[in-house]
């Protein structure tokens, strides 16, 4: 999927123009189950091609994480990139994480709205990124038991 993606997706991907190298790829692989989590997207009947991706990345302190997601060019504006954000905060909250964060470039209008619309905040800004961050709901349940 990566090899496929349009320099302007590689750009919003990566806030600046990358393109993943093999060894990069599979050094994020590695890391799965340990110290992130991934989910893909694939098409019914086409289960060998991947569509979209999104990384949960544990910081430190481990109630944190961030996500990076990209989607396909011809699979954006599809509702994929929400879904796959609703996805993976289900499955944060069962891992007890409390706050999921996302960077996004200040181009990247459409990520930056879908953050929006799932109840991320603008926490900062620094040069051309902005960071939202989300509250996962066990978090604020724990906090207001305490």
């Known amino acids: 999927m990566f090899s496929a993606l349009t320099v302007e ?9 990358h393109k993943a190298t093999r060894e990069e790829i599979r050094a994020i ?4 189950g340990t110290e992130e989590i991934s989910l893909v997207a694939m098409p019914v009947g086409r289960e060998n091609e991947i569509v979209a991706q999104i990384r949960c990345i544990f910081l430190n302190p481990p109630t944190n994480a961030e996500l990076a997601i990209v ?5 954006q504006n599809r509702g994929l ?3 796959l954000v609703m996805a993976i905060a289900r499955w944060a909250i069962q891992a007890e994480i409390e706050r999921i964060i996302g960077i996004v470039g200040l181009s990247n209008a459409r990520m930056a709205h879908v953050f929006s619309k799932l109840g991320f905040a603008t926490r900062d800004s620094c040069y051309d ?11 604020s349940k724990r906090r207001n038991s305490d």
């Not at 590689?10 to 806030?15: A, N, S």
């Not at 989607?71 to 699979?75: A, K, R, Y």
């Open 9 to 17: 997706s590689l750009y919003m991907r990566y806030v600046g123009y």
């Open 29 to 32: 692989l590695q890391k799965e």
């Open 71 to 75: 989607v396909h060019d011809d699979w």
């Open 81 to 83: 990139g929400t879904s």
């Open 129 to 139: 990124t902005v960071r939202m961050a989300r509250l996962l709901p066990a978090a």
